[in-house]
């Protein structure tokens, strides 16, 4: 796999796609016996001008399972010098002096891909703007949809609740459309609906899909139901309740018997703690999973170098 960037889940093709996953089964092997040493001489740069937990220190362990060594920076918007955001790619071509690759959270969709144009070394979008992409958390979404489900070709998935803000949903609906006889439900109220863009890109890869304001009648028969993390106060504001949309135990006991829950995390109300213990529930084992494929991107991005 040619890798120079990791800017967008169009990006990637499904050999490609396979590469990855293959590398980041390797990569649970050598996390399970402690991590290893073949990267010691490399450098990983975390650059976060929005908050995050599960991402940068699913990189950072990455880094350290891998030998190398980490720069962090979080709140890089109040603790850089930066004026405004005009000065990303000066700090980037500072930052890629100083290291091997950036992983890159900002608050301006298109970021990263500005932040690509100026950078000596490879830089990972960790997720960017409002409405933007978060490619690697889709990418171990897929992950975690092969591992559990044994199977990408003619799944049908459900993305469900705030869908236009939602990157991770909208990174998600790119890879799938990369697989045969998916099919897509996005079920949210039409003020937040998934944004015209991704429509357009199903439409001209002839993915099936459908629209849909309730989850009833549609959740009884699909493999993967992605529910998406809320932005409560945005919610508050616009007067808009997703509470038909959480789920609970009676949502899933009108669930197939081998359908997963999928969840980028953090999650407040939309999925009750009682349907945790379900073996349905895959959101814990979908995080750790960010660590192998996470590990596996930063070792092709250098193996590359
Ligand atoms: N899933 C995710 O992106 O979480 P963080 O915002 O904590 O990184």
Redesign the pocket.
């Known amino acids: 796999m040619k890798l120079t960037h990791v800017i967008e889940s169009q990006q990637f093709t499904v050999p490609s796609l396979m590469e990855l996953f293959d590398r980041a089964q390797l990569m649970e092997k050598i996390a399970a016996r402690g991590g290893t040493r073949d990267y010691e001489n490399k450098i990983m740069a975390t650059l976060f001008y929005?908050?995050?937990?599960?991402?940068?220190f699913?990189f950072e362990a990455a880094m350290y399972r891998l030998g190398g060594k980490v720069l962090a920076t979080e709140h890089a918007n109040e603790f850089s010098s930066e004026i405004d955001g005009g000065q990303l790619e000066d700090t980037i071509r500072i930052i890629a002096n100083c290291s091997d690759v950036i992983v890159l959270?900002h608050t301006d969709e298109g970021a990263a891909k500005r932040a690509s144009l100026v950078s000596t070394v490879p830089v990972i979008n960790?997720?960017e703007g409002a409405g933007g992409q978060?490619p690697t958390?889709a990418l171990l979404d897929l992950y975690t949809i092969y591992r559990e489900c044994k199977a990408l070709n003619g799944l049908s998935v459900a993305l469900m609740g705030e869908l236009d803000n939602g990157r991770?949903a909208r990174s998600l609906a790119y890879l799938l459309s990369k697989f045969d006889r998916v099919k897509l439900y996005f079920i949210a109220p039409s003020e937040i609906q998934i944004k015209p863009d991704i429509l357009a890109y199903l439409d001209s890869h002839r993915v099936q899909y459908e629209l849909a304001e309730s989850p009833e009648h549609i959740l009884s028969h699909v493999d993967v139901v992605y529910r998406t993390?809320i932005d409560r106060e945005r919610l508050q504001r616009r007067d808009i309740d997703l509470t038909p949309y959480n789920i609970n135990a009676g949502v899933l006991s009108t669930m197939k018997s081998n359908a997963i829950i999928m969840h980028?995390?953090?999650r407040s109300v939309e999925i009750d703690p009682a349907v945790d213990n379900d073996p349905r529930a895959v959101y814990f084992r979908q995080?750790r999973n960010?660590l192998f494929v996470r590990m596996a991107l930063l070792t092709i991005l250098f193996d590359q170098g």
Request: charged share 20%.
């Open positions: 929005k908050s995050s937990t599960r991402t940068r699913s959270r960790a997720g978060h958390q991770t993390h980028p995390l953090p995080s960010g």
